[in-house]
């Protein structure tokens, strides 16, 4: 794996990202009630913090869960909500050191359909079937990851030419495109919650 993504729209989390597995899933791990850019940024913040140039499943999984909360919870706090992300991350790289010894990249390589990669990613701590999606989108879009019908697999994510999540920022440009689907898709949400309680 050695793309340019542009997630953290900060070229050296960015530069992480592209050529980590791990730190993708990570980064995927973080995207969740904090804006994006934040929430991609934070694998490049965790190995700067670690005193490394790359994230280490065997190491994170090993590390003593109060030391490696704080960790995250330093300013610039990782995430909004640092103790529980970081208890996360923690059971994700546990997780991919005893069934993939620690090799993040085995989660996707010679699988053969998009409905084995969608299943291998649902069974990954933290992961509900919108974030294994997303994060299969991305796989094909940009990572070059392209199981047979990983588009279908990968549900409205996968279409070609939307603008609907991280699989589809390519720059600042998509990355306001997405910004904006996900203010009407939230907005259509309170539309119908409000017709549907008066």
Same mark, same amino acid.
């Given at each position: 794996m #050695?793309?340019?993504?542009?997630? +953290? =729209? &900060?070229p /050296? @989390?960015? %530069?992480l !990202?592209?050529?980590?597995?791990? $730190?993708a899933?990570?980064g995927?791990l973080?995207d969740?009630q904090v804006?994006?850019?934040?929430?991609?940024?934070?694998p490049?913040?965790?190995a700067?913090?670690?005193?490394?140039d790359?994230? #280490?499943?065997?190491?994170i999984? +090993? =590390? &003593?869960? /109060? @030391?490696? %909360?704080? !960790?995250?919870?330093?300013?610039? $706090?990782?995430?909004?909500?640092?103790?529980?992300?970081?208890?996360r991350?923690?059971?994700?790289c546990?997780?991919?050191?005893?069934?993939?010894?620690g090799?993040?990249?085995?989660?996707w390589?010679?699988?053969?359909?998009g409905?084995?990669?969608?299943?291998?990613?649902?069974e990954?701590?933290?992961?509900?079937?919108?974030?294994?999606?997303?994060?299969?989108?991305l796989l094909?879009?940009?990572?070059?990851?392209?199981?047979?019908?990983w588009?279908?697999?990968?549900?409205a994510?996968?279409?070609?030419?939307?603008?609907r999540?991280v699989a589809?920022i390519?720059?600042?440009?998509?990355?306001?495109?997405?910004?904006?689907?996900?203010?009407?898709m939230?907005?259509?949400?309170?539309?119908?919650?409000?017709?549907s309680?008066?």
């Open positions: #050695d793309v340019t993504l542009h997630l +953290a =729209q &900060d /050296e @989390a960015d %530069a !990202l592209g050529r980590s597995p791990l $730190a899933l990570v995927m973080l969740q804006p994006m850019e934040w929430a991609f940024k934070g490049r913040t965790i700067d913090r670690l005193g490394a790359d994230l #280490d499943a065997h190491e999984a +090993a =590390q &003593d869960p /109060e @030391a490696f %909360a704080a !960790l995250l919870s330093e300013k610039p $706090a990782v995430h909004r909500y640092p103790g529980s992300m970081a208890k991350i923690q059971q994700l546990q997780y991919l050191v005893e069934h993939h010894d090799d993040a990249s085995a989660v390589e010679g699988i053969g359909t409905t084995e990669l969608l299943a291998r990613l649902e990954l701590p933290g992961f509900g079937k919108q974030k294994a999606q997303i994060f299969l989108a094909g879009k940009q990572l070059g990851v392209r199981p047979t019908g588009q279908q697999a990968a549900g994510y996968g279409e070609s030419g939307s603008f999540s589809d390519t720059g600042p440009e998509s990355l306001a495109k997405v910004r904006a689907h996900k203010q009407e939230k907005a259509a949400a309170k539309a119908r919650k409000q017709a309680g008066s």
